[in-house]
Each structure stands twice: as structure tokens, then as C-alpha cells.
């Protein structure tokens, strides 16, 4: 992807979420999204 001319500006937003599981990483991931989800009033 390319960078238009003029937009020297730029917005990014690290955000760390952490989820366990004993059975897989995929797993973990999909708890701590759900947690975060439920937390985020969204």
C-alpha cells in the first residue's frame, strides 16, 4: 500500500490482552478476547 503525498501523520494504539487456557494458544486467544470484550462496555 502506498502513502499519499501530504499525510505525514499517524495514529496507531498498542493494546496487551492476556487470556490462559490448558487445552491450546488459540484458545487462550479466544478467552482474552472475550474478556475484553465483556470489559469494555461494548
Known amino acids: 500500500m502506498g502513502k499519499k503525498k501530504g499525510t505525514e501523520s499517524g495514529v496507531y ?3 496487551e ?3 490462559t487456557s490448558s ?3 488459540e ?3 479466544k478467552n482474552a478476547v ?3 470484550a465483556c470489559s ?3
Do not use: L, N, P
Open 13 to 15: 494504539r498498542v493494546t
Open 17 to 19: 490482552i492476556i487470556g
Open 23 to 25: 487445552v491450546s494458544w
Open 27 to 29: 484458545d487462550a486467544a
Open 34 to 36: 472475550a474478556r475484553c
Open 40 to 42: 469494555s462496555g461494548s
